[in-house]
């Protein structure tokens, strides 16, 4: 949808909606044995509500093989730069993470955390942020701390909007 389209609320987020695709993926952590590398595909979508939906699919790079998905809500206060974040992820976590949208960056920590009983890792906080770079593509950092390791950085991505014409068959 075009930026002139969105509500009022969104203007300050136009530059992140869309579908985006990994350009260079890893994870690590200092529980891992190894670093860990990743495709993924993202969107922020905008559907006519003062909000954008998200949705993320990691995928293994030699098998395709999905390893982490990851689906929620990213809403806009009317302030226009308070932001919150909620999402859903398949291995039993669930957040609402809070921050601000400023110039081409987003910055968001964690609020609340919820995790399934069976879940094999607790999380304790997780902080994200996502920047659009000079070359218009986009930069992800998350950290995570967990009953082992205090606030570290977790996972590393830079993507590259798909532009409409280069959809993929799937």
């Known amino acids: 949808m075009a930026e002139k389209n969105l509500q009022t609320v969104l203007k300050n987020l136009h530059w992140i909606i869309g579908k985006w ?25 905008y559907m006519g509500q003062p909000l954008l939906m998200y ?31 909620l999402t859903a992820m398949n291995f039993g ?3 609402l993470e809070e921050g601000y949208v400023k110039g081409n960056s987003i910055v968001l920590s964690s609020a609340c955390i919820g995790i399934m009983k069976f879940a094999k890792q607790a999380v304790l906080s997780i902080n ?25 950085k977790h996972a590393e991505a830079i993507y590259r909007r798909e532009c409409p014409q280069e959809k993929k068959n799937t």
């Open 21 to 45: 695709s990994s350009i260079s993926a890893e994870v690590r952590y200092p529980t891992m044995q190894e670093v860990v590398k990743y495709e993924e595909e993202l969107e922020f979508k």
């Open 55 to 85: 949705s993320s699919i990691t995928r293994n790079p030699k098998t395709s093989t999905v390893m982490h998905l990851e689906n929620g809500f990213l809403r806009v206060g009317d302030d226009q730069s308070t932001l919150a974040f």
């Open 93 to 95: 976590l669930a957040t």
């Open 128 to 152: 994200r942020c996502y920047r659009l770079n000079e070359k218009g593509e986009l930069e992800y950092t998350l950290l995570m701390e967990t009953p082992q390791t205090p606030l570290t």
